[in-house]
C-alpha cells in the first residue's frame, strides 16, 4: 500500500419521536406531501421553536452507546444557508457544544475475506438537528415536500480513523445495528432514516491526513464502501501522476460505479454560525440523565459475545440471532423455557438455535412477519421450547417436529396437544417396532433375500447400506413416520443377523 488512507462518516439518523424536532407535527414517512406542516416548521417569520424532549433523549441514549460524555450545558446554533428545501434559510442545529461529545466504538468483525476488522473508531460528537424538506425533480418542474423539514436529525460524526470502504461498510451496520436495538431509528436506509456522508482523503505514511474529499447522502452500506473504494483508488492515481486532490464535494453515482464532482465545499465560517436565540440552553438534570441511562439496553455487539460464552454458540449464529433485538429476545425466552422443561441451558440452546436460524426464519419470511412482530408469531418462545424438549428427550421424531411446528402456525396449538391428537408422540419400544420390522421383511421378501446373500461380502458394502437404509425407511413408513430410526435399524440388523444363522 503505497498511501495512507483516512476515512471519516458524518451519520445522520431520523429520531422515532412522534413529533417534529421544534413543532408539534407528526413526523412521519410516506404521508401525503405537505399534510405535517405548520407555521414553525414551514419557517413563518415570528414563529418561536420549542425543543422536544424526547428528542434530546434519544439522542442521548446514542451518545451514550458510543461512549460519548453529555455535557452540562449543551444549546443549538443557527446554520446559515439558503436552499429551497429549508425555508427559514437557517437550520438549528449544534455546533459549540453539542449533545454528545468525545465518544468510540469498537469495531469488530469479519472481512469479506478471511481477515479481520478490530479497531477503536473515536466518535467526535453526536449532535441534534432538524431536517430539511424534500426536493423531488419531475422533468422540467421540481416539486417540494415539506413533511420531513424539521424532522428530528441526529448526526453521528466519527474521526477519520477508518481506512477502507469496508471498515466504513462494517461501522455503519453496526451502528444501524444499534440504533435499532435501542428503537430510536428503523434505520431504513432506502427511505432515508439513516444515510451517511463519507469524508476521506489519502496521503503518503507518516504525512497525516489529506486533502479530503466529501461523498455525499449515500442511502446504502454498500454505497459507502463502493463509493470510498472508488474515492481512494482515484485520489491514488491523482498523487501518483503528481497532482492534487480537490477539496470538494462530490456525488456517489450508482448507475455508473463513480463518483462526480458536485461543489467545492464551504468552509465552516460560512455558515456563521451563532447561537439560536429562541431555544434555552439545555442543562440535563439528574432525572433527565437517569432516564436515559434507564432507556439504554445491551447493545447488539455485547450481547453476541455473551451469547457466544452463555450459550456456546459459533461467531456466526450468534451474530445472525443478535442481528435483530427482537430475534435475540426470542432466543433467550425460548431458551429459558426450554431449561424448566429440564433441558441443560447449552443443549437447549443449540436446539433453539438451528430451530431459529433455520425454520422459524423460513416460516416468519413465509408469513411475512418481521422480527419486530414476532409477538404475533403463533409459534412463542414456549411453543418452540416445548418443541426442543421433545425432541431432545426423544418422544418426536425430527421430521414430525417439523410437521408438528407447521401445525403450530396454522391450528394456533400447543406441540405438545398436536402431538397426543395425531398420535405422533415416537414408538421407542423395541417390541413393538420389531414387530413392524417383520412385517416389512415378510413384504420385501426380494430385498431381505439378497441381503442375506451379499452378509459378509465386503466387496459389496455399499449395496448393503442401500438395502439396509431402504428396509428401514418402510420400518418408519410403516409406524407412520413414529419410530425411532436409531432403535429402527438396530431391529432391522437384528432380524437379518437372526435369519442368516
Ligand atoms: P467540515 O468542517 O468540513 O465538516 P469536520 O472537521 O467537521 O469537517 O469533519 C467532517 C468529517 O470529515 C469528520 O467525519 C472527519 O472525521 C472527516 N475528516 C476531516 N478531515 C479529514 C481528512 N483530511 N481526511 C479524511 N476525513 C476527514
Ligand atoms: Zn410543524
Ligand atoms: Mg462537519
Redesign the pocket.
Known amino acids: 500500500m503505497k498511501y495512507q488512507s ?5 451519520v445522520h439518523i431520523h429520531l422515532l419521536t412522534k413529533t417534529k424536532v421544534f413543532c408539534g407535527c407528526r413526523s412521519a414517512f410516506g404521508d401525503e406531501p405537505n399534510t405535517n406542516v405548520c407555521p414553525v416548521c414551514l419557517g413563518y417569520p415570528g414563529v418561536l421553536p420549542t425543543l422536544n424532549l424526547e428528542a434530546l433523549r434519544m439522542g442521548c441514549m446514542v451518545a451514550r452507546s458510543l461512549n460519548c460524555t453529555i455535557p452540562g450545558r449543551t444549546w443549538f446554533e443557527r446554520k446559515q444557508y439558503f436552499y429551497p428545501d429549508m425555508t427559514k434559510n437557517y437550520q438549528i442545529s449544534q455546533f459549540a457544544s453539542p449533545l454528545g461529545q468525545r465518544g468510540y466504538v469498537e469495531l469488530e468483525g469479519r472481512t469479506s475475506g478471511a481477515g479481520r476488522i478490530k479497531k477503536r473508531v473515536r466518535i ?1 460528537e453526536c449532535h441534534l438537528e432538524e431536517d430539511a424538506g424534500k426536493m423531488i425533480h419531475t422533468g422540467t418542474v421540481s416539486l417540494l415536500d415539506y413533511n420531513r423539514a424539521g424532522v428530528s436529525l441526529l448526526e453521528i ?4 480513523d477508518m481506512e477502507s470502504g469496508e471498515e466504513a461498510e462494517l461501522f455503519i451496520q453496526r451502528l444501524r445495528r444499534t440504533v435499532r436495538y435501542l428503537g430510536v431509528c428503523d434505520g431504513n436506509m432506502e427511505e432515508g432514516s439513516l444515510r451517511a456522508d463519507a ?3 489519502i496521503n503518503l505514511p507518516g504525512r497525516g ?4 474529499v ?1 461523498i455525499k447522502n449515500l442511502n446504502s452500506s454498500r454505497f459507502v464502501r463502493l463509493g470510498l473504494d472508488y474515492e481512494i483508488k482515484r485520489q491514488g492515481e491523482i498523487l501518483d501522476q503528481g497532482g492534487t486532490v480537490v477539496q470538494e464535494t462530490r456525488l456517489w453515482n450508482e448507475n455508473r460505479d463513480e463518483t462526480t464532482a458536485m461543489r467545492q ?1 464551504e468552509n ?1 465560517q460560512d455558515y456563521r454560525y451563532f447561537p439560536e436565540p429562541d431555544l434555552p440552553v439545555f442543562c440535563p438534570d439528574e432525572a433527565f440523565l437517569k432516564s436515559v441511562e434507564d432507556a439504554l439496553t445491551e447493545l447488539p455487539q455485547t450481547r453476541m459475545g455473551r451469547f457466544m460464552d452463555e450459550y456456546a454458540l459459533g461467531e456466526d449464529p450468534a451474530e445472525l440471532i443478535c442481528d435483530e433485538k427482537q430475534g435475540a429476545d426470542y432466543f433467550e425466552a425460548a431458551v429459558r423455557e426450554a431449561e424448566k422443561l429440564g433441558l441443560e441451558k447449552k443443549d437447549a440452546a443449540l436446539s433453539i438455535a438451528k430451530w431459529f436460524l433455520s425454520d422459524i426464519k423460513h416460516i416468519l419470511n413465509r408469513e411475512g412477519i418481521a422480527l419486530q412482530d414476532i409477538a404475533r408469531f403463533k409459534a412463542g418462545p414456549g411453543r418452540l421450547a416445548s418443541l426442543a424438549a421433545m425432541l431432545a428427550q426423544g418422544r418426536l421424531s425430527g421430521k414430525l417436529a417439523k410437521q408438528t411446528l407447521e401445525l403450530v402456525i396454522s391450528e394456533d396449538r400447543d406441540p405438545e396437544a398436536i402431538v397426543r391428537a395425531n398420535n405422533w408422540e415416537q414408538l421407542t419400544d423395541p417390541e413393538q417396532i420389531a414387530r413392524a420390522a417383520r412385517g416389512v421383511f415378510a413384504a420385501e421378501e426380494k430385498t431381505a433375500d439378497e441381503l442375506r446373500l451379499i452378509a459378509g461380502d465386503s466387496a459389496k458394502e455399499k449395496r448393503r447400506r442401500t438395502l439396509t437404509a431402504y428396509l428401514v425407511g418402510k420400518v418408519l413408513a410403516a409406524t407412520g413416520g413414529r419410530a425411532d430410526p436409531k432403535i429402527a435399524g438396530e431391529q432391522v440388523e437384528a432380524l437379518l443377523k437372526a435369519s442368516l444363522v
Do not use: C, D, M, Y
Open positions: 483516512f476515512i471519516g462518516l458524518e467526535k460524526v466519527t474521526e477519520p469524508n476521506v482523503s491526513l489529506g486533502k479530503k466529501e465545499k465552516a
